[in-house]
């Protein structure tokens, strides 16, 4: 292997491993979270909408809702006779569980109405239910946060002793009733982590869903993702329903609504104790996902009593998956490359959403960016490469070829061995008596005065899109219309011939100024069908034209010396050029090893007068 792909393998697999490492660091940091939470939200949806999975033994939602608030002769504060009333109906119902998620006053309100008075005693009303539920399920009831004190607001202490639970309680060494009903969300407002203890202020491991599921048979501490894939748009029973039943005495329907089920009643308002969630959550409110949190305690619940809240994969499995992705790095093929990582792509979403399926988030930007990031990391580094490669041949050889075969081999469409066959103008030029003028001259003046003139002749050929073939002596050869097509390279050869002449006039006058003898050229043109390609040994080839047309146009350029004319063309490239008057018709002219050929000539204005 040359010392100059090794070197090149090695910057190579350099960058591989760096582009893999930081892959991998994003992946275990999940530096890309917000884009893997959009991601799981829609998951999260396409799998309700598609895949519906029922809740079970799903939880009952009691909602005071706007019209019951608005009915009540009370304010707000003094829901005691309405929560004893529901407690009630719950004896009858005879739930697993009862969670109220309102906030219960922190003080007696006795001084308000008659204590002795029983239906106006509302510290008793409520405290008697509790004490009487209890006995047959457990009462939770909700604790909220203060931010101003930066604690959880009291509660008055009968209510916490009278809900204290009857029996051992599940939640480890805790008996309070209480519970917290934080919620929290991600950066972007929306809720998808259970509030576990990292969530509350106070560290607490169980809040109102955990408790709730505690006592209906499965305590543990819960941290993850709430299942928003499993179970229907919540529904849920207005309050003043419930009172109904009770009202009617309808036991068989408390008793088959409620019986063995979790129950949570909770605020259903319009502005608020509301949150967003990645689903639409309620079914009274389709398409919206601006939900009474009452309803997010109520889906955390589900989770819990389902199959548990969602997990994360180990960060391991997402270093090691993003680190799979880059491996698109040694594809060198871009269409290749992109139908890999399509392919890949794709199955890693199909999995990822399976897994969310089964319980398991599995992140995939990371992975995902870390295979288009690696692929156009490749592809640039490989086209700094390249570039700088052009760039050196171009530096290496721009004095060897002419830019437009320089141009075709750069771009691949000259190779060794490749030929065309090109409608083309062949113009060759020498300079008459130089081979004299040679004999006096030091050999560096003789080089210097060549680089000179072909400098500007070069120069001319190209600006008039020819292809300077070759440098012979002190002659010149150019194609017209190869490697680059032209429309008409003819009239592209004659005006460059043309110029070539005048361009001459600047040499001269330089030559004149040291006091030197000037120069003097010919020029002849032909055109037709020719064939270019690299032409020569394995080992030493060039890009040049055979044919016919070469050897006429080189024979029209001897012709100039005798026919009174310094540009000399065959009828072909007249004829192209429809016969302009200012080609002057010379006649059918004998050429050497061919046969005669019909000429026309040109002289510049100056030597036409003289």
Known sequence: MAVGERGSRAVMTAAYFVVLVAAAAAAYWRLPAALDRKVMDAQMRFLRENFPRPAGN??????????????????????????????????????????????????????????????????????????????????????????????????????????RPAGPSPVPGEADARASVLICADEDGIVRRFPDAQCQPDGGNYGMAAKLAAYAGNSQVWSGYIDYTIGAPLRYLPLAEVLGWLDKGDEARLASTFGGRIVLLGPIQAFEDRHTVPVELAAWEPGVRHVPGVLIHAQSVRSIMGRGLLQPVPPIFHALLAGLFTFVWWVRRPWLGGTLYVIAAAALVFASTRLLQHGLVLSVVTALIAGIAAAALRFGVQAARDAREKRFLKESFSGSVSPDVMHEILAGRIAPGQADRKRACVLFSDIRGFTRRGETMPPEKLVALLNRYFSVMSEVVHKHHGTVDKFIGDGLMAIFGAPQTLEHPERNALEAAQVMIERLGEVNAELAARGEEPLRIGIGLHSGEIVVGHIGSASRHEYTAIGDVVNVASRLEGLSKTAGHVIICSKTVAQALGFPQMLSHLGERPVAGHSPQDIYGWNPAVLATA
Do not use: C
């Open 58 to 163: 799903d939880v009952v939602l009691v909602g005071l809702d706007e019209s019951f608030l608005e009915s009540m002769r009370e304010p707000i504060a003094l829901l005691h006779p309405h929560l004893a009333r529901f407690l009630a109906a719950m004896m009858v119902g005879k739930p697993t569980v009862v969670g109220l998620d309102v906030v219960l006053p922190s003080r007696s309100y006795r001084f308000l109405a008659p204590i002795d008075h029983p239906e106006t005693n509302y510290d008793a009303i409520l405290l008697r239910a509790l004490l009487q539920a209890k006995q047959q399920f457990p009462v939770l009831f909700a604790k909220t946060w203060d931010v101003e004190s930066r604690s959880f607001r009291p509660i008055l202490v009968d209510y916490v002793v009278a809900a």
